[in-house]
Antibody
Framework: EVQLVESGGGLVQPGGSLRLPCAVS????????MHWVRQAPGKGLVWVSR????????NYADSVKGRFTISRDNAKNTLYLQMNSLRAEDTAVYYC?????????????WGQGTLVTVSS | SSELTQDPGVSVALGQTVRITCQGD??????ANWYQQKPGQAPVLVFY???KRPSGIPDRFSGSSSGNTASLTITGAQAEDEADYYC???????????FGGGTKLTVL
C-alpha cells in the first residue's frame, strides 16, 4: 500500500524557517518524481515544487522560488521541503504527493497533509 | 492567480450528467489531470492524461479535451460525487505545474 506521511508542521513566526519531511512507503521511492502542493484554509490547491527521481532536477512556483528548497533522500525514502523567510501567506496545509509517471506532470497519490501556520 | 480557469460552482440533479471545464492556453500543449477533493480529505486523482482513469474510479468519470479546454464529465452523478474538483497541467513555461481554481459540484 502506497503511503505518504508528512510531518513537521506547526506555528512559526514571520521570517522563520521550517522543514517538512515526508516519509514514504509501499513503492520504489527512487523511481518517482515527487511534488509539494499546498492549500490555504478554505482555498484551492496550489502547486509548490517538484523534484525528479534522483534529485538532480527541481522546479518551483514563483511565489516560493528562492525561499523554499525541495530535496530527497532516496536511501531514507524521505522527501523534504525546507521553507525559509516564511510569510503569512505561506499559511496552508502542505501535501506531499507522488507523480504518476516520468513526465512529473500529474499526481496519483497524496499524503494527508501537515498544517503550517505563519503568525506572530 | 491561476492560468487555468474553472467555474467556481456547478450543480447537477441526481443521476444526470454534468461537465466540469478547465480553460487555459497550456492545455493546447499539455493534458489535464482531474482531482476530486471532499471536505477534510486529501485530493484523489479521478482522470488523467489523454484518456486514463485510475483503478477504483467509477467509469461514470470521463475526460476530454479540445483546443484550450479540458473537460471532466460525470455521467449519472451520484450523491457521493459532491465535492470540489480541480484540474492541473503544466504551465506555458513547461517547467512548472499549475492548478485551476476549483469547481464546487453540488448534487441536487
Amino acid at each position: 500500500e502506497v503511503q505518504l506521511v508528512e510531518s513537521g508542521g506547526g506555528l512559526v513566526q514571520p521570517g522563520g524557517s521550517l522543514r517538512l519531511p515526508c516519509a514514504v512507503s509501499g513503492f520504489t521511492f527512487s523511481s518517482y518524481w515527487m511534488h509539494w502542493v499546498r492549500q490555504a484554509p478554505g482555498k484551492g490547491l496550489v502547486w509548490v515544487s517538484r523534484i525528479n527521481s534522483d534529485g538532480s532536477s527541481t522546479n518551483y512556483a514563483d511565489s516560493v522560488k528562492g525561499r523554499f528548497t525541495i530535496s530527497r533522500d532516496n536511501a531514507k525514502n524521505t522527501l523534504y521541503l525546507q521553507m525559509n523567510s516564511l510569510r503569512a501567506e505561506d499559511t496552508a496545509v502542505y501535501y506531499c504527493a507522488r507523480a504518476y509517471d516520468s513526465s512529473g506532470d500529474g499526481i496519483d497519490y497524496w499524503g494527508q497533509g501537515t498544517l503550517v501556520t505563519v503568525s506572530s | 492567480s491561476s492560468e487555468l480557469t474553472q467555474d467556481p460552482g456547478v450543480s447537477v440533479a441526481l443521476g444526470q450528467t454534468v461537465r466540469i471545464t478547465c480553460q487555459g492556453d497550456s492545455l493546447r500543449n499539455y493534458y489535464a489531470n482531474w482531482y476530486q477533493q471532499k471536505p477534510g480529505q486529501a485530493p484523489v486523482l479521478v482522470f488523467y492524461g489523454k484518456n486514463k482513469r485510475p483503478s477504483g474510479i467509477p467509469d461514470r468519470f470521463s475526460g476530454s479535451s479540445s483546443g484550450n479546454t479540458a473537460s471532466l464529465t460525470i455521467t449519472g452523478a451520484q450523491a457521493e460525487d459532491e465535492a470540489d474538483y480541480y484540474c492541473n497541467s503544466r504551465d506555458n513555461s513547461g517547467n512548472r505545474l499549475e492548478f485551476g481554481g476549483g469547481t464546487k459540484l453540488t448534487v441536487l
